[in-house]
């Protein structure tokens, strides 16, 4: 079975200054790879994904991601971070014929 | 469009009793999946129903079941409650099964307390 690892399981940050979060997977198959956030009492929502080609994925609110084959690695960053980024973030991958798996998140707290 | 819309949004039951949550996928998706989330475990997956049938299905007990209607909503039931069932429960659509490379939509969740 594939294990997603989020290396940090809360990552403070000052306002405006650069983040990343990590996520490593397991599996070396063919995946698609899927960052979500989730901010308080709500569901998860779609950051961005990697389905194929460019390594380097962009999502909404200024994230990018950037998948590394050889690393089994897709990490989050973001170069300047807001308030309203305080939230928690999902790595998600699913290799291809198969079920979503989940990290187990990393809490994000930007400080002003 | 409407999100996927999961009900009742809170509930709180005691040890022993069952209980069930509906889920709504957004229109026109036929694959549901359904989630535990507890602080620490992160999203434990329960399994996914496509055209009302079950494809999958995660590491949980019998207690816990569900099934899919026609119009692709969905009802997870979870029998002879105990303490560690208090979680998020979540629901997810997606156009198409897990196999495929559509991203999951949630909705924003059933709070389930156990006293």
């Known amino acids: 079975a594939q294990s997603v690892t989020q290396l940090d399981s809360q990552v403070p940050v000052f306002e405006e200054a650069p983040v990343e979060l990590r996520c490593n997977y397991s599996?070396?198959?063919?995946?698609?790879l899927f960052w979500y956030v989730q901010y308080p009492n709500q569901g998860l929502q779609l950051l961005l994904k990697y389905l194929s080609g460019s390594t380097l994925v962009k999502g909404i609110n200024g994230f990018e991601a950037e998948f590394n084959k050889s690393q089994t690695s897709f990490h989050l960053r973001k170069p300047s971070v807001h308030i309203s980024d305080t939230a928690e973030y999902f790595c998600?991958?699913?290799?291809?014929?198969?079920?979503?798996?989940f990290g187990t998140g990393t809490s994000l707290t930007v400080i002003p | 469009k409407a999100g996927v819309t999961q009900t009742p949004r809170y509930l709180i039951k005691t040890r022993g009793q069952q209980v069930t949550l509906s889920c709504s996928p957004i229109s026109g998706h036929r694959s549901v999946s359904w989630y535990q989330q507890t602080p620490g475990q992160g999203l434990q997956f329960l399994f996914e129903?496509?055209?009302?049938?079950?494809?999958n299905k995660g590491n949980f007990p019998g207690r816990f079941s569900g099934r899919q209607f026609s119009n692709s909503r969905s009802e997870m039931n979870v029998s002879t409650l105990e303490l560690g069932d208090s979680a998020l429960y979540l629901c997810a659509s997606s156009l198409l099964g897990q196999g495929s490379d559509q991203p999951q939509h949630f909705g924003d969740g059933t709070r389930l307390s156990i006293l």
């Open positions: 599996s070396s198959v063919s995946v698609y």
């Open positions: 129903y496509f055209s009302e049938t079950q494809r």
């Open positions: 998600a991958v699913r290799p291809t014929g198969n079920q979503f798996y």
